[in-house]
């Protein structure tokens, strides 16, 4: 029996395992800030395994003194990082897992047909909080360990799993696990929501706000006042067609996002603006995200949403004297990319192939990753690949279709054992 056959028939008989990996991970909640608990559960299941393991709590002063650092105000104070590893006997290359298991908020809760942190499995789903971004995801290699290990595999080059925290909000938790020396890796997966889709790319982000000033007055003499929401109403017309420029002059040409509807989106999530239902607004503020695709530099992408913002102002006379102020605020995401026909990217495809029997889909994820980290600075190659929906993740109801959690399962160890190079464990060692 070829590998192949004997990685599908050991999943097979196993899936329950991956399955009860996965509700473990999604029954201790871990919003972003509380991670503790997730954490010595997967340094649990590490150990059940017999994985050789590395659990610390980043310093918060070593990590604010990195230039890799996000300034979030929190501390990582009872969040640690756990890091498994199956060694190998050398001669192979080697191989990273790098997975979240921090979550973002249940809210609006009452949208849930169930409690969010605690799973349920219906009509062959996994429904709960972080099912699709990305426990199932850490499940998934968690699950490729224990495989390795009880079909008596042994691997060539190292297989190595990075469970971190604090992704959701900056991706901190991956910059401890670099400035504790793990940077040297031949490549990377990264089990972000993909819909078992390779994407050897992710898009970077910068977040904006804009404010907008008018003048106030009663409603009722509303032509001796200037509503700051009607004038950030033009603001966020233009900055709209900005999205859309973008995508025809510059997003859409990435041979990764050429096929997306929208290619960079240029996302208006918060419209502030009045205090009274009978007043003229004197204040407006609109904050959101302008994303941008690998090979655009961020001054650049801040520059043209500044442009946009100082070109709405043309022509409105109370605009040219009461300039809007933009502001750059929180994080920032580079972007990040993976040459498609890098080695590790072909043989993943290969290996996608061979176990599917399918051609897989190779293009772009449409968020930022941690993969930026270790592929920008510490040139490791790397790829998203993960069973979860992307359109699932951040959402009410949020879950992972079995089948595809098994099907992510069988490619990743077709890929480890490909990559990594095994043999057969013999018999007394």
């Keep these: 029996m070829q590998i192949k056959e004997k990685i599908e028939k050991s999943v097979e008989e196993n899936k329950e395992q991956l399955i009860q990996y996965c509700r473990r991970l999604i029954d201790i909640p871990s919003v972003t800030g509380n991670e503790g608990a997730v954490q010595q559960e997967v340094s649990r299941i590490m150990t059940e395994i017999g994985m050789d393991i590395d659990m610390w709590e980043p310093d918060d002063r070593e990590m604010r003194e990195s230039s890799l650092f996000s300034e979030t105000g929190e501390s990582f104070n009872g969040r640690p990082v756990v ?7 050398g001669g192979g290359k080697s191989l990273l897992v ?25 009509n062959g789903r996994i429904y709960g909080r972080g099912a699709s971004d990305m426990k199932s995801g850490v499940a998934m290699a968690l699950f490729a360990a224990k495989i390795i290990r009880d079909m008596g595999i042994v691997l060539k080059g190292d297989f ?8 959701e909000n900056g991706g901190n938790g991956t910059v401890a696990s670099v400035l504790r020396g793990y940077t040297d890796f031949d490549a990377a997966i990264y089990p972000e929501p993909t819909s078992n889709q390779i994407q050897p790319a992710h898009r970077g982000a910068a977040f904006w706000r804009v404010y907008i000033e008018g003048k106030a007055s009663h409603g009722g003499t509303k032509y001796q006042g200037v509503s700051a929401v009607e004038k950030g109403m033009k603001i966020a017309r233009a900055l709209e067609e900005l999205e859309w420029k973008r995508h025809r002059e510059i997003c859409s040409k990435h041979p990764m996002y050429g096929d997306y509807p929208l ?22 503020i609109l904050e959101g995200c302008i994303e941008y695709v ?57 290996c996608y192939r061979e176990m599917l029997g399918r051609d897989p889909e190779i293009n772009g994820f449409e968020a930022g990753t941690d ?26 109801n949020e879950y992972v279709e079995i089948g ?5 399962a069988k490619v990743l160890l077709l890929l480890i054992t490909e990559w990594c190079g095994w043999q057969e464990k013999k018999e007394g060692v």
């Design 160 to 167: 190595t799993i990075v469970s971190v925290p604090g992704e």
């Design 83 to 89: 890091v498994g590893g199956l060694h190998g006997t």
């Design 404 to 408: 595809k959690l098994v099907e992510a």
């Design 263 to 284: 290619s960079a989106p240029v996302t208006l999530g918060i419209f502030r603006g009045g205090q009274f239902t009978s007043g003229v607004p004197e204040t407006c």
């Design 294 to 350: 690998p090979g655009e530099a961020s001054r650049d992408v801040c520059k043209s949403l500044e442009g946009a913002v100082w070109e709405a102002c043309r022509g409105d006379e109370w605009l040219l004297t009461h300039k809007p102020r933009v502001e750059w605020f929180g994080l920032r995401y580079e972007p990040s990319e993976t040459d498609p026909h890098h080695p590790f990217v072909k043989t993943a495809e290969g």
């Design 371 to 396: 993969m930026r980290v270790l592929a920008n600075n510490f040139g490791v190659p790397g790829i998203m690949f993960g069973p979860g929906d992307i359109a699932m993740a951040h959402a009410p």
């Design 98 to 122: 790098n997975g979240h298991v921090d979550v973002v908020n249940e809210y609006p809760r009452e949208k849930w047909d169930s409690d969010p942190f605690h799973s349920v499995i219906r």
